[in-house]
């Protein structure tokens, strides 16, 4: 079992930035596969960003340019770095990692995520 735990979301108004954090039971260093989802009410999770544990990053189209996934070994921390953030931006922001190494590392494959945090609500204002 790995838990994630979430932190630093709450509301920006719109062009602000802000940097999700996400804390792991185990050692992100070792993960495979660490990404960052969010979903809005009626919607389904859509994948944001994500990083292979080669260093390789990968984005959704609608957030290129803006944010950027990162982590800190020594700290244990993966984040999520938002900026110019816009209204469609509003969602619950979830963290989760995958140890499936037959599989890519991208933001797309949200079915091959095997451990989840809470979410947390990023809430971006006009």
């Known amino acids: 079992q790995v838990r994630l735990v979430e932190f630093g979301g709450g509301s920006v108004q719109a062009g602000g930035s802000q940097r999700l954090s996400c804390s792991s039971s185990?050692?992100?260093?070792?993960?495979?596969?660490m990404g960052w989802f969010r979903q809005v009410p009626g919607k389904e999770r859509e994948g944001v960003a994500a990083?292979?544990?080669?260093?390789?990053?990968s984005y959704a189209d609608s957030v290129k340019g803006r944010f950027t996934i990162s982590k800190d070994n020594a700290k244990n921390l993966l984040y999520l770095q938002m900026d110019s953030l816009k209204p469609g931006d509003t969602a619950m922001y979830y963290c989760?990692?995958?140890?499936?190494?037959?599989?890519?590392?991208?933001?797309?494959?949200?079915?091959?995520?095997?451990?989840w945090g809470q979410g947390i609500q990023v809430t971006v204002s006009s």
């Open positions: 989760a990692t995958h140890s499936k190494r037959w599989a890519p590392c991208d933001a797309t494959g949200t079915s091959l995520y095997d451990y």
């Open positions: 185990q050692y992100i260093s070792n993960a495979y596969c």
């Open positions: 990083m292979g544990s080669d260093g390789v990053l």
